[in-house]
């Protein structure tokens, strides 16, 4: 008798960590809790989530709207920065974009959200065991109560995470491309920050982390 596999019922990013080995980048610490009432913490960065929604448009297109008189279901991620991406600013305004993204995603239907890329992505891997907290060059958010397996600020009983510590939208700019979607020149959380985002359309965004390797 197969033992059906938990369903992730809530995820949170509680804070961020700059990580600076092996590469300099910040890392989003996502609390998670499953439906048989397990918590887990893991770290990624927006690479990685990034790659996942690349993968995960071109996997369903119906749900990407990319099909012809089908509507898109799956949320739109913040798009990539070419300028000042390791910045504190960009990381303070992601943890409040990625958090929006990951909760409008646990509404996707099933089919989305038991696929094998969306289980591997919240899944634990090895740096979530044994996370380089000691290279953490900076931190937004308070990470002391996140350790490997454990949930602090977001309890299994379902409660929101007390963070809120991310800088909000302070407005929009104009448009960049006038082609589908993400593409978009937005206005930075911070005077000091200049950012350009770019697609998340399969179509029109740049190559994934695993595609640019290759070429």
Known sequence: MSTQAPVLSLAKIASAEQWTKPTKRWMFVIELVWSNNTATVIYRDYDAFFDFQCNLLDKFPTEAGSVKGT????????????????????????VEELNEYIEKLLKLPSALLDDTLTRQFFAQQA?????????????????????PGSVGALSVSGSRSSLDTAVPRTGSGSRLF??????????????????????????????????????
């Open 178 to 215: 006038s082609r589908k979607r993400d593409s978009k020149l937005s206005a930075a959380s911070a005077p000091a920050v200049e950012e350009v985002e770019m697609t998340d359309n399969p179509l029109t965004r740049p190559a994934t982390t695993a595609e640019a390797v290759e070429n």
């Open 71 to 94: 509507t898109r279901s799956i949320p739109y991620l913040p798009g990539k920065v070419l300028f000042n991406a390791n910045s504190k600013a960009v990381a303070e305004k992601r």
């Open 127 to 147: 740096h979530d065991q044994t996370p380089a907290q000691g290279a953490a060059a900076a931190v937004i958010g308070d990470t002391g109560s996140s350790s």
